[in-house]
């Protein structure tokens, strides 16, 4: 038997901005991604946060954006992913999402979870048996 595999935590944007901005659910959300050492999201996640701490202001936000940014290993956009999230899903979902959805879906075999807090998302996720969690 080979070395045991690390499993990967994937982090989309309604995830990754309770990091930067705290939410309700920040405290339970950053206690559930520690037992993720290695966490991955589409490159896609950039511009959704940096976009995100820009509309909430403050360079301050956007530094704490950008830290966030420098511990996820990001996914590049591949033709495989656009074709994926092109497909019709249920539910059906926004552009964004389906691309992270598509981008979690291509690394399936790396993957131990998908923190999503975006309802749609998250029951999209769950129809791919991706384990979805949105701890609060």
């Not at 995830?15 to 901005?21: G, I, Q, R």
């Not at 954006?65 to 497909?87: C, G, K, Q, Y």
């Not at 999503?116 to 999209?124: N, R």
């Amino acid at each position: 038997m080979g070395p045991r595999r690390v499993s990967a935590a994937y982090v989309d944007a309604s995830a990754l901005v309770k990091l930067f901005k705290a939410e309700r659910e920040t405290e339970a959300f950053r206690a559930a991604l520690a037992d993720w050492p290695v966490q991955v999201a589409s490159e896609l996640i950039r511009v959704e946060a940096v976009c995100t701490a820009r509309r909430l202001g403050g360079e301050e936000v956007l530094q704490r954006a950008n830290a966030t940014l420098e511990r996820i290993n990001v996914i590049p956009l591949s033709p495989e992913i656009i074709e994926l999230a092109t497909d019709a899903h249920i539910p059906p979902l926004r552009a964004m999402d389906a691309i992270h959805l598509a981008t979690a879906m291509t690394m399936r075999e790396d993957l131990g979870a998908m923190f999503v807090y975006d309802s749609d998302l998250h029951d999209a996720a769950q129809a791919h048996d991706l384990n979805p969690l949105a701890p609060r």
